[in-house]
């Protein structure tokens, strides 16, 4: 699970650390467990209880993983209309370039995650987990998988309703130095146009935020409840 969720999945997090939380984690829910099944380790089916306990850690990470790239794919939607599609950042989520509004949108997101707790919740879901979902050759079933496909839509979906407030307002101003540049073509509407853009973009950026919190934070709640609801809880 630290290798793919988020906040503990960045490069800046050294590997020795997410070892030690997990050793730490694993010494606090092992007298908790219920009995373990009679399966040899080094066996076949030792090898497949492990597989399907790896991809149980693995899943829950990757659902908050797509609830991060709804806001950086909203950030990329936002930054391409007001021209700073060229202003790139190296995200620490996914060591990746992106533009430096989808950057602002991810440390705001990031800081929506640790105040809620989301970190600590999802511990304490896998943790009970094991008892809703024992250890065994019984992993997430395929009709779990199919959820998760099609919850992946969100990542479109919510970027775009996250996006659409600002690219709409953005989109009827570009209109209108089209008909400006139309109809007094010896006007130099390249480099008005811009300044003016930029700043309406980074108006609109900052007097959405609220809202944009607000949709982060129903996506991350939905995002909970079909975690909860692959490991049965």
Known sequence: MFIAVPLFSIQAVPARVRL????????VVMPLLPPLPAVEMFSAPGLMVAIS???IGLTTGFILQLVFATVVFAGQAIALSMGLGF????DPQNGQQVPVISQIYTITATLIFISLDGHLLL????????????IGMEGIAKAGI??????????FAGGLLLAMPIVAGLLLVNIIFGVA???APQLQIFSVGFPVTLMLGLLLVWKTLPDMLDQ???LLT????????????
């Open 20 to 27: 030690i939380l997990s050793v730490v984690i694993t010494l």
């Open 53 to 55: 306990q790896i991809m």
């Open 87 to 90: 202003s790139t950042m190296v």
């Open 123 to 134: 511990i304490q879901m896998l943790l009970d987990s094991f008892k809703s979902l024992p």
């Open 146 to 155: 199919w959820d998760i496909i099609e919850w992946s839509g969100r990542v």
């Open 181 to 183: 540049a139309r109809a």
């Open 216 to 218: 982060f934070s129903g």
């Open 222 to 233: 939905d995002s909970y409840d079909l975690i909860g609801q692959l490991l049965r809880l």
